[in-house]
């Protein structure tokens, strides 16, 4: 560890996708200065052209646009756009980042994004990448209208001006003189203590496959397109239409795997993850966007195993009446007259079938991002065979270069969560290089002074968001917005397309000065995920937070009544009304600073609890540490060997050892959680070890319960000797005690109390453990016959290598369907016979020996852990996040957050990258010296108290207290907002700020009665 | 009585209904059905609160008054409460309001109390589903005319910050 004086409290994150956004803005919460860096001329990545996200069809922008929105505006962070790395020296601690700045030709800080240049620039034909190409752009442009920063740019290879010295429109329009045909590309040098690469990807366009006629065949399209197609703010405002005559298509086919899991010259040898299940979301979508169209799906293997996702599949089929094929389409071909398309294809019982579709949708391969090679040369980091960052299974966000960390599509395909967590990770990581420096580069927030407004008469600004379509679709956003003007108190109405971006916060900032108002409401979303956003904007514009009201007119209106317009409307026109009088009689309100216990609970020992605890500890934080077994290592006790060929055991033993030496990891054997009190930054919590007792103090919890094995009742599991698990043929292969030889064969039979009716959810690691061990046997023995017997072979991502390999050796791979699984019984030998799909006949074999791939389920035990913490957990007894895919480590809970099997099955590099997230993520909270106690308590009026201490004995904290002055107090540290006091208080003494009973009953009135 | 009630108002009779939702349990389960695009009936009207042990007798009845023809509180299962025992608070408090309600003659059926996990979005929607259903079937309330259910109680007007609570910070 760098920790010299030298050290830089900075770090550059290389990439501006929501990986590169989440680790921003983990790094300025722990006390670190950030740079982001993103050649694109604005931040968002990829997920900004997305429509929604599976398995939960949250819409991506809606989602993304308020961390656009805090990385803008977060003074600590400072964005470069059009950016590219040249070259880095110094060491880890301290380096010195060379960077390319590209000229954008319009000044960033003039400009106000008005948009009067791109009205009247006059080239105006050229292909839109950002839309891939399906409309056009002009030569001065914004990438997306809620881009950040929301800045024009100029494409310098098309302006008439750069080219030809002609034109000049743009800069005679411009207001605001942001226009600068001289400016050049500069380099901009960085001080830093280390480097987060978030580099992103590139969606693989061209037709890698060309057989399917993309580019040639005007009504086959990628998959991306198809995204912008669905998108409300795309080229058709969310209405899918075939390129060739703009007709909504009936017929739409969905192929797989398009230069993924193709190891011709023309498609890359891995799996690129997260395809079958955009696929599948874009079919739900295609079918709720427009009635009666048939989805078709062709698919090798279904991989839907990620959290929810296989009930999203499921759901798919059974609700949605998605129809999903497995065969490889071979080709596609265009009929000439209609333009439409006909795919050929093997049906199950191998014969010839031929479909014809309106449109199809290739699921193309996610590739490393152009510039990967070059920033990989100038980092001085190595890459793997594909073109990613090489890193590790047992240091999974570790490049060849310390202090560079690669997160996110960098290193390999992954999804939105597993991005979002390797970037808190890489937080974590880097924290603890240049923990010395922590709060040495940071620049205080300075807001307008606050607006006075006590006294004055309710002035309410009401906005009703159209939100793209998912609003507007469903309900008359303007007829909204006219009719709040004639409610009382209201002095400003207006509509607006994303509430949540950074023009439309504008908007209401600039409405707040311009018409005095002292009270917003804003009619969008749910204040669950955006009143923080919308509150801050207040702030901004000089007035209270707590003076601001969402509508929840979207989440609990147009998404849930969209068969019924009229109806959804007169509810819209009614919560409008309901918000409007809570936020009338809205006052002011103010935080206090609490303590903050700077120490961290971590439940569990295993691989990710214990990389959960040196994560914090590396940052300078005491961190106790508990275990209910009598040793440390969890699961990763039963793991001997891994796909790649790191050793785990030597993790095992190189985390104990770090463990045991650290001098603020506090390890507590054979203990459990007795009792827990608290809230963030002040828990008190009882540890019980073996019948004695201990009492500790922390700030926040780290939940790493891990999960069990399945415990298989099929298969003559526990009946004869010859039936195993993949755990228990590994262990066996490790201490060469099965008997396994040239002459053996052996069975393996998937999905082992997974994906059935009772567990439907996919055991995700499975899959990747048979061909760990299929490949073992096959090294050993390879004249072994080893048979796997599978229903989708889900070896997702890079992992596909392995499958392939597992091939090549000579492994046999058979698929049983879903409902009709292998039979087994037992004699001499076993004999299990199966139905090859392929052959059409049953297969017998005689197997020396069976192995059960068991997944991983909940442990009962978490039942009443969840409980003690008050935290949620899924139908199949995980843990369930604060959002998945956003907040993918923590609780809804503050101060508490989720890692590793507790949380879902995951490989064991998932595992650990989780644990790091789920530390950076404590880590901004455990690095405050004090937190800030909310300011929606429960205030006592002194003279109205009669002392009968109802509150006392009602409130679960025991918060309210009697004072010599003869009435109750109530701490506003330490009260909860729950308001149970208030309700049992006869005298009618207390009040819930923010929920006052004049506020509740406002609202009763308001939805009830239209004046 | 009920039947007849519902067969003047008409098969068209749209209850109006107020759901008072807790923001971490059933809130959480609405914008989960909204999420998931679950469709349910569109006569419920949520007032979210921090718990439902923050809702008042006085806010259940007042729902009747202002002309709601059905009311319910939706929290966190028992045991699950995020403040711990709200939601036991709640129902009591419920069972104690439908008491009061059979004694004004009102059927206490219009009021009652729903229990349902942050995941639990198809049980928000099917709980908006018959809740609807059962109200419809009670029919209107008060035929269009409201009264006051509960005389002499008059609500306090909001606590204004005084000299003596100056802003503690300047936020």
């Known amino acids: ?1011 | 009585m009920t039947d007849e009630k519902a067969e003047q108002a008409g098969p068209a009779f749209e209850p109006k209904i107020i759901a008072y939702c807790c923001h971490y349990c059933a809130y959480t389960a609405a914008d989960l059905a909204g999420s998931t695009r679950l469709q349910y009936a569109p006569n419920i009207r949520v007032i979210r609160v921090p718990c439902t042990g923050k809702i008042d007798v006085l806010h259940l009845l007042r729902a009747f008054e202002e002309g709601a023809d059905g009311c319910y509180v939706a929290g966190c299962l028992d045991g699950d409460c995020h403040f711990i025992n709200g939601n036991l608070r709640a129902r009591k408090r419920t069972d104690y309001a439908k008491r009061i309600l059979d004694a004004a003659g009102i059927d206490p059926e219009r009021l009652e109390m729903f229990n349902m996990s942050a995941a639990m979005a198809t049980t928000f929607a099917a709980t908006a589903d018959e809740f609807t259903e059962r109200s419809r079937k009670l029919g209107p309330l008060f035929d269009g005319e409201k009264k006051d259910i509960r005389p002499g109680i008059v609500m306090r007007q909001p606590m204004t910050l005084s000299a003596s609570n100056p802003p503690a910070k300047d936020e």
């Open chain 1, 1 to 1011: 560890m760098a920790e010299t004086s030298n050290t830089e409290g900075s770090v550059l994150v290389v990439g501006g996708g929501i990986a590169g956004m989440q680790a921003a803005l983990d790094l300025v919460e722990s006390g670190f200065y950030v740079y982001v860096a993103d050649s694109a001329p604005a931040i968002g990545g990829h997920m900004a052209q997305l429509d929604k996200t599976f398995p939960t069809n949250d819409c991506a922008m809606c989602t993304e646009a308020p961390r656009l929105v805090d990385v803008a505006n977060d003074l600590n962070i400072e964005v470069l756009t059009l950016t590219d790395v040249l070259a880095i020296e110094g060491e880890p601690g301290n380096f010195t980042v060379h960077l390319r700045k590209r000229a954008r030709y319009v000044d960033e800080i003039r400009c106000t994004g008005c948009g009067d240049c791109i009205a009247k620039c006059p080239v105006k034909n050229l292909p839109d990448a950002f839309n891939l190409g399906i409309d056009n752009r002009t030569a001065i442009y914004k990438l997306y209208p809620q881009g950040v920063p929301n800045v024009a740019v100029i494409d310098a290879e098309h302006c008439l001006k750069l080219t030809k010295d002609k034109c000049g429109i743009c800069e005679r329009v411009c207001q605001a003189k942001a226009i600068n045909y001289e400016a050049q590309d500069e380099v901009v040098t960085v001080h830093v203590g280390g480097v987060i690469v978030a580099g992103g990807y590139e969606m693989s366009e061209s037709g890698t496959r060309s057989e399917y006629g993309h580019g040639r065949y005007a009504n086959v399209i990628t998959g991306l397109a198809f995204e912008r197609y669905l998108s409300a703010s795309g080229p058709t405002n969310g209405h899918v239409v075939r390129p060739s005559d703009q007709q909504t298509p009936k017929r739409i086919a969905f192929i797989q795997c398009v230069g993924s899991r193709d190891i011709t010259s023309r498609g890359n040898g891995y799996c690129s993850q997260v395809c079958c299940m955009y696929s599948t979301k874009h079919a739900i979508i295609a079918k709720e966007h427009e009635k009666g169209v048939e989805a078709t799906i062709f698919y090798i293997d279904l991989r839907a195993h990620g959290k929810g996702c296989e009930n999203y599949y499921i759901s798919a089929e059974k609700d949605y009446g998605v129809e999903f094929i497995r065969s490889m389409v071979p080709a596609v071909r265009e009929n000439p007259a209609d333009k439409s398309l006909t795919l050929a294809y093997l049906g199950g019982d191998g014969e010839r079938i031929e479909r014809e579709f309106d449109l199809v949708v290739l699921a193309t391969a996610m590739e490393p991002s152009p510039g990967m090679a070059e920033l990989a040369r100038n980092l001085d980091l190595k890459l793997d065979d594909y073109g990613f960052i090489r890193t590790q299974e047992t240091d999974p966000i570790a490049t060849s270069r310390e202090a560079i960390y690669a997160v996110g599509l960098s290193s390999g395909p992954k999804d939105i969560p597993d991005s979002v967590m390797q970037a808190s990770a890489a937080a974590g990581r880097v924290g603890a290089i240049i923990a010395s420096a922590r709060g040495s580069r940071l620049v205080e927030k300075t807001y307008p002074p606050l607006e006075v407004i006590e006294g004055q008469e309710p002035r309410v600004g009401v906005f009703v968001c159209h939100c793209g379509i998912n609003i507007a679709g469903v309900i008359d956003v303007e007829a909204l917005a006219e009719y709040a003007k004639t409610l009382p108190g209201v002095v400003h109405s207006d509509h607006i397309m994303y509430s949540c971006s950074p023009d439309g916060l504008d908007t209401i900032r600039s409405a707040i000065t311009e018409h005095k108002l002292n009270r917003v409401v804003v009619a969008a979303c749910t204040p669950r995920t955006h009143e923080p956003l919308f509150q801050e904007t207040l702030r901004e514009a000089g007035i209270n937070r707590y003076l601001f009201e969402l509508a929840n007119i979207r989440d609990q209106c147009s998404w849930v009544h969209s068969a019924d317009e009229a109806r959804a409307t007169e509810k819209a026109r009614d919560l409008i009304r309901s918000a409007i009088a809570k936020a009338a009689l809205a006052e002011p309100l103010y935080t206090v600073p609490i303590s903050n216990t700077q120490r961290c609970l971590v439940i569990g020992g295993g691989a990710a609890g214990m990389t959960a605890a040196l994560t914090v500890a590396g940052q300078g934080y005491g961190v106790s540490l508990i275990e209910r077994d009598a040793e440390l290592g969890g699961h990763l006790r039963s793991i001997r060997t891994l796909l790649g060929g790191d050793a785990p055991q030597e993790l095992l033993a190189d985390l104990r050892r770090r463990v045991d030496e650290h001098p603020l990891v506090d390890v507590h054997l054979e203990t459990t959680l007795k009792e827990i009190s608290g809230f963030v930054g002040n828990f008190k919590s009882v540890l019980a070890t073996n019948g004695s007792t201990t009492e500790i103090e922390h700030g926040t919890i780290i939940v790493a319960a891990g999960a069990k094995s399945y415990e298989p009742t099929e298969y003559l599991y526990g009946e004869n000797a010859r039936v195993v698990t993949q755990f228990q043929l590994e262990a066996g292969l490790a201490g060469g005690t099965l008997p396994i030889d040239d002459g053996s064969t052996v069975v393996m039979i998937q999905c082992v109390g997974n994906r059935t009716d009772e567990r439907p959810y996919c055991g995700r690691v499975c899959c990747a453990q048979a061909v760990k061990n299929a490949i073992a046997i096959k090294e050993k023995h390879p004249r072994a016959v080893v048979h796997v017997l599978y229903r989708d072979l889900r070896v997702f991502g890079l992992y596909e290598q392995y499958y392939l390999a597992a091939r090549k050796l000579g492994v046999i791979f058979t698929r049983y369907d879903d409902d009709d699984p292998p039979k087994v019984s037992a004699g001499d030998k076993l004999s299990v016979t199966v139905n090859d799909l392929v052959r059409g006949e049953p297969m017998h074999i005689s197997a020396d020996l069976l192995v059960l791939s068991v997944g991983v389920v909940a442990d009962e035990a978490h039942e009443a852990l969840g409980m003690q913490l008050k935290v949620p957990r899924t139908s199949d007894g995980f843990f369930l996040e604060a959002h998945v895919k956003l907040r993918p480590v923590d609780f809804a809970t503050e101060g508490m957050f989720v890692c590793g099997l507790a949380h879902f099955p995951k490989m064991l590099g998932e595992s650990i990258f989780q644990a790091q997230a789920a530390a950076g993520r404590a880590l901004t909270t455990m690095s405050q010296e004090q937190l800030t106690a909310s300011a929606v308590v429960a205030q006592v009026e002194p003279e109205m108290c009669k002392q009968c201490l109802a509150c006392v004995r009602s409130c679960p904290y025991n918060v309210p207290k009697m004072t010599h002055m003869h009435y109750v107090q109530i701490e506003p540290a330490e009260c909860q907002g729950c308001g149970i006091c208030v309700a049992e208080c006869p005298a009618k003494a207390i009040q819930l700020r923010r929920f006052t009973d004049a506020q509740i009953m406002a609202q009763a009135h308001a939805v009830m009665n239209e004046t």
